[in-house]
């Protein structure tokens, strides 16, 4: 609470905002929700390259949930790598208080330069594609890929020469339904999600595809619209069969 409202102080943040004397102050809470609340289950964990890779997953849900889950997922089943970093649009990064504190907790902010930085470091680095799309839609359609936008993360996939690596998350519609939206445009919101007072304990499945490689494509591929349109609808198209056979497969949302 004192974070998202600004008035802890921290004594050292990295190069991107996050505090990690605060995450390790969460990490109890973090395990309890993650193994105990969510029962989080993790499939494919072996796929990630060693090096850099773009992470694209489905948004779900009307709360943000899913960037810190899918985050310590990858800390948990792939320790030996460098630490992921999820990327998250301004509406959300300057958000009052919601923004503050995933920033805080390692969350930041979406733009080229910000993940070329994080890849050169040798990262993975998570996106949403869907953007606040994602986390928009109403219950009834759960699970239903809205548009990967321009591509701009193929684009950066070409850019940098690093794998695109496509993640199906089952979970988080159920955990943070979208009920409602209110008017939020004084909070700089579109609008406001009405949703469940606490998260509820739905069981997150989590499965890691294999990765689409880019390197052996031209080194201008960024710039041909076509290629960036045809991997961008392929990633979408592999996260979005993910999908829906692990639903098929689950035999029950809380238990």
Not at 25 to 35: G, Q, V
Not at 59 to 87: F, K, Q
Not at 202 to 217: M, N
């Amino acid at each position: 609470m004192r974070t998202a409202l600004g008035t802890a102080g921290a004594s050292h943040l990295d190069d991107y905002g996050k505090d990690p004397a605060l995450e390790r102050e969460l990490a109890p809470l973090a395990s309890f929700f993650y193994d105990r609340y969510w029962r989080v289950q993790v499939e494919g964990a072996s796929l990630l390259p060693h090096g850099p890779s773009i992470i694209v997953a489905n948004h779900s849900g009307a709360m943000p949930y899913d960037g810190p889950v899918l985050h310590a997922a990858i800390g948990r089943e792939r320790p030996e790598l460098p630490e992921a970093r999820w990327l998250i649009e301004d509406q959300l990064f300057y958000a009052p208080f919601l923004g503050t504190l995933l920033n805080r907790i390692g969350a930041v902010r979406a733009n080229p330069e910000n993940a070329l930085r994080l890849l050169g470091e040798g990262r993975p680095v998570i996106v949403f594609p869907e953007g606040l799309q994602g986390i928009s839609k109403p219950f009834s359609e759960r699970y239903r890929l809205m548009r990967f936008g321009r591509g701009g993360f193929v684009k950066l996939a070409l850019r940098a020469r690093v794998p695109i690596v496509p993640v199906a998350i089952v979970g988080a519609e159920e955990t943070s339904p979208l009920i409602a939206r209110l008017p939020a445009k004084f909070l700089g919101l579109p609008w406001f999600p009405v949703t469940s007072p606490i998260p509820l304990p739905a069981r997150w499945r989590i499965r890691i595809g294999e990765p689409l490689q880019v390197d052996e494509l031209s080194p201008d591929g960024h710039e041909d619209l076509l290629l960036v349109n045809r991997l961008n609808e392929r990633t979408r198209e592999t996260i979005q069969g993910m999908l829906e056979s692990m639903l098929k497969a689950r035999d029950g949302v809380f238990v």
